[in-house]
C-alpha cells in the first residue's frame, strides 16, 4: 500500500475505532439515565436517543473501524494471519460487530415500546447497560492490543519471517537452474 494512502486508511481507522469507543460511552450514560431516573419523559428520550445513537453512529463506526481494520492488516507489513495480537483484535471486532447487530433490533424494539408506553410502563424499561459495559470492555481490550502488541508469531508469520532472513540467492536453488526452454534475453 502506498504510504499516503495508508495514512489515509490508517486515520479513518482510528477515527472509527475511537469514535465507536465514545459513542458506546455516551450510549451508556444514556442507559445509565435510563434505568435510574424517575422522570418517564427522560427514559423516553432516552431510549429514543440510544437507538439513534445505535444505528446511526454506533454501527456504522463499528462496520468502518472492521473494514479499515482489514485493508491495515493486509495493506502493510503486519500483515493478518503474521501475528496473533492481530487474528485477537480481528475477532474480538469481528465478535463485537456481530453482537450489536444482533441486539440492535431489541434495542429499536424497546425503542417503539418507549414511544407508546405509559409512564409506569416506561419505569419498568431499565437501561440496557449490560451489553454496553460488555461491548466497552471488548473495545478497551481491542484498544490495548493494538497499542502493545504483544510478541507472538503465528505459525504463518513465522515462516515469513524466516524467509524474509534467508539472502534470495540462497532461497530456492532451483530458481538457479537456467530451464533449457525458455529463451535468455
Known amino acids: 500500500m502506498a504510504p499516503g494512502l495508508r ?5 479513518v481507522h482510528l477515527t472509527s475505532s475511537l469514535g465507536w469507543v465514545g459513542a458506546v460511552l455516551a450510549y451508556i ?7 435510574t431516573s424517575h422522570d418517564p419523559q427522560t427514559v423516553r428520550a ?3 436517543a440510544m437507538e439513534l445513537a445505535g444505528w446511526i453512529v454506533i454501527v456504522p463506526l463499528a462496520v468502518a473501524a472492521l473494514v479499515t481494520g482489514l485493508i491495515i492488516s493486509l495493506g502493510t507489513s503486519w500483515g493478518l494471519f503474521r501475528h496473533y495480537w492481530v487474528l485477537i483484535s480481528l475477532g474480538l471486532t469481528l465478535l463485537a460487530t456481530a453482537i450489536l447487530l444482533l441486539h440492535m433490533p431489541s434495542v429499536s424494539g424497546t425503542a417503539r415500546i418507549a ?3 405509559d409512564p ?3 419505569m419498568q424499561l431499565g437501561g440496557d447497560l449490560g451489553h454496553a459495559i460488555g461491548g466497552l470492555v471488548v473495545l478497551l481490550a481491542v484498544t490495548a492490543l493494538n497499542v502493545f502488541k504483544p510478541r507472538g508469531l503465528t505459525r504463518y508469520g513465522w515462516r515469513k519471517q524466516q524467509e524474509s532472513r534467508i539472502p534470495s540467492t540462497s532461497r530456492n536453488l532451483a530458481d538457479n537452474v537456467p530451464n533449457p526452454s525458455t529463451p535468455h534475453l
Open 29 to 35: 450514560a444514556m442507559g445509565a439515565t435510563a434505568a
Open 115 to 117: 414511544r407508546e408506553a
Open 46 to 48: 432516552a431510549w429514543i
Open 7 to 11: 495514512k489515509v486508511v490508517l486515520a
Open 120 to 122: 409506569a410502563q416506561l
